[in-house]
């Protein structure tokens, strides 16, 4: 065997070490992002009396809201953004992913780990998806329960 052939063997092989380091350090980063913030809908339950202008008798009345609060509403809201921030993210590392199989392929190297950290990128993709759909879900569910405590 070729120095140069070990070369590009050893220089896959680094290149393959890297592509599961990102897998790893993108897994950490969802389990941190998920034990550093509260679940949607976390504070719920807490209840606060939130003035009400024109009330029936001309005053400003204090009515209980139920089970959200609109400083609830605004976490959700801050949740939200970094949802998307996350999954804006997902979906560039996705790019960037799938442009280096493209090349490894395209230079006959072996695209399997390559392949298994894009499918990897990807399942990541889809649940970051679904927890943005939950925040969405929590904040509707607000936006309902304060127009009825209206």
């Known amino acids: 065997m070729s120095s140069r052939l070990r070369t590009v063997q050893f220089s896959n ?3 393959d070490v890297r592509h599961l380091a990102l897998v790893r350090a993108s897994i950490a980063r969802g389990r941190k992002v998920l034990a550093d913030n509260p679940p949607p809908g976390a504070f719920a339950g807490r209840r606060i ?3 009400i202008a024109g009330a029936s008798n001309g005053d400003d009345e204090n009515i209980l809201v139920g089970e959200t609060t609109i400083m609830n509403r605004k976490l959700e809201q801050r949740h939200l953004a970094q949802a998307d921030a996350h ?7 996705i790019s960037e992913q799938t442009a280096r199989v493209e090349k490894l392929r395209r230079h006959r190297h072996d695209i399997r780990l390559a392949e298994e950290t894009l499918r990897a990128f990807e399942v990541n993709l889809q649940t970051l998806c679904e927890h943005r759909e939950v925040i969405v ?4 569910q607000m936006d309902r329960d304060l127009q009825g405590a209206r």
């Open 13 to 15: 092989m680094e290149q």
């Open 87 to 93: 999954i804006a993210a997902a979906k560039r590392l």
């Open 137 to 140: 879900m929590t904040i509707e």
């Open 49 to 51: 009396e939130v003035p």
